[in-house]
Structure formats: C-alpha cells, structure tokens
C-alpha cells in the first residue's frame, strides 16, 4: 500500500487550541532560534502570554477556528475518492492532527511506502525541515520498516504555476483590476542571513508567474505580511503595500496552499481597513480540481 501524508503547520480546531499552537510554535527551535532550551522555553513562554488574547480574540472573529483543517480534510477526501492506488491523509505540526496520532492508524508493512508531501512550494527550515523532521521522528519510534520518499518543493512544477496562473485569470474576469500583489508569508532577515532558501525561492516563483502574467496587468507587486516583533523582517510589508495603493488590486496568497488565518482574517479581514484602495483576495488551491490534478500527477510521472 501506498500513503501520502500532507504536512502543514496545522490551523486552530477551537478556541482551547490557541494556547496549544502558540505553545508548539514557539518552541520549536527553527522558529525561536534560541540554542539554550531553558531560556528559548522561558521566552516561548513570555510570547505565548502576550499573545494568547489577540490570537483568541482573532479567532472568535473567525467562527472560532481555522479553515485550514476542514479544507485539509477534504482534500484528502477527494483524493481517497479519485484513486484507490494511494491513501491521503495528513500531518499538523502545532495542533492536532499531531504525527503520532495520525500515524498510529496504520499499520505499515515493509513493503508499504509513505509519501511526505509538505504543502509548502517553497522551502524554509522554519516550515519544511520542521515539519518534515518530527514525521520522520515520529515513524522511527513507531519502528517503522516502510519505505519512505518525501515530495519536494514544487513551486518551478509547470502544472502549479498554470493552476495558479488560471486561479488568478478567473477572478480578474470578474475583477478586472490592473495591479496583482502577491503577498508571502514574511521571514526575519535573520532566518535568511542563516542560509534560508525561502526569500530566493519566492522571488524565482514571482519571476515565472510575472513572466506568464505581464500582458495581463500593468504592475505586479511582491510583498509580505505576518511580521511579528521588533526584529527586522523580509520586506516590502503588504500593509503598507495596501496603505499607499492607488488603485485596485488582486490578491494571491502564494506562499500557502490552504486557506488559514493568514489569508481567511489577515488578508481577507484586517488589511481592508488599512487599505487606500479596494482588493479582491484569491482563493489558496485548497481542495480545488486543478489542485488535486496536481497532486496526483505528482505520482504519475
């Protein structure tokens, strides 16, 4: 048997789950990189309480929990529905599903093979590496004897890029606006000057997708949203992208896969008060058709 397990960071399933993703988060080393454990614990601490309430309150605003796992979910559905030969399902890193309980469902055989498809088309330290680390941990103390591939990042995949490419056209039949603004998720400069691939795999990602889409907009904008803290981050900031834009724009999230917090509040709700002028947000691939052609094709080639 064949299984492909999608690992993500995870979104909040309910309130309660708030503590629980900030507490994870921030002690994972290639979050916090903070080498003594005692005192990168004591400042996970000091940030999960500072910013328990505004996340909580942020939530309540969302229904009272992420899209991100239901969509997940979903996609895997689908998935298990086009094709017997594999078996979807998924990982989260801060929140449940955790790697453990997922993976205690299965009995694994030495001639069964498990995929780990990190749902991050570029790479970081701060989401591949980690999570792809805590997998490969959890399956070894399971004293695993299954073959195991992992499915690398896919943001040069020319099958993506046309999905996204048609995502975007499709809105801007219904919103005919001259500027797309793609917004990524932002790093610490720090991260990078450590050797991060993340900032050059955006760019290059933004390069192709410009070429593909020059004829169709007058400017097309990279920027990042979700800086946190004082310490500098990758640059320039949507919101003040947002705050200075003179005329409409589109949207396209394009460091995620799954609609989350990120995109559903933070773009989708937060950012419409600080902007100059109006935006349509565009959907993540979620459990679209063309997204899960591009998950099986993945296998098929």
């Keep these: ?19 629980v993703f900030l507490k994870n988060m921030f002690n994972d080393p290639y979050i916090l990189g ?22 909580m309150q942020n939530y309540e605003k969302m229904g009272g929990k992420s899209p991100l796992t239901d ?78 591939k992992i499915i690398d990042v896919f943001y ?7 999905m996204i490419i048609k995502h975007i056209l499709e809105k801007k039949k219904k919103h005919d606006y001259k500027t797309l603004i793609f917004s990524a998720h932002s790093l610490p400069l720090s991260v990078i ?6 900032e050059k795999h955006i760019q290059e990602h933004v390069s192709i997708l410009k070429e593909k889409l020059k004829n169709e907009f007058d400017q097309i ?12 981050w990758l ?27 990120e995109t559903i509040f933070e773009l989708g709700v937060e950012y419409r008060h600080l902007a100059k002028s109006d935006y349509e947000l565009i959907a993540c691939p979620n459990d679209s058709d063309e997204f899960i052609e591009f998950v099986l094709n993945n296998f098929n080639t």
């Design 34 to 55: 903070i080498k003594n454990v005692f005192l990168r614990k004591f400042a996970a601490f000091m940030i999960r309480k500072s910013r328990l309430k505004a996340m």
């Design 156 to 162: 040069k995949n020319e099958f993506y890029n046309e």
């Design 193 to 198: 000057k450590k050797g991060d691939l993340y």
């Design 71 to 148: 969509i997940t979910q979903s996609l895997c559905d689908k998935l298990n529905f086009k094709t017997r030969e594999y078996k979807f399902d998924f990982v989260s890193l801060y929140v449940p599903p955790f790697a453990n309980e997922v993976f205690s469902k299965y009995d694994f055989k030495k001639d069964d093979e498990i995929i780990l498809f990190p749902l991050y088309p570029h790479h970081s330290k701060t989401t591949v590496t980690s999570s792809l680390e805590v997998a490969q941990s959890e399956l070894k103390k399971s004293q695993n004897q299954a073959n195991v």
């Design 1 to 19: 048997m064949k299984y492909v397990f999608f690992l993500n960071m995870g979104g909040v399933n309910k309130l309660d789950e708030c503590e």
């Design 235 to 261: 640059e320039p900031n949507t919101s003040d992208i947002l705050k200075n834009l003179d005329q409409k724009a589109l949207i396209y999230p394009i460091s995620f896969c799954i609609d989350c917090s």
């Design 221 to 232: 904008i990279l920027s990042y949203q979700s800086k946190l803290g004082p310490v500098k």
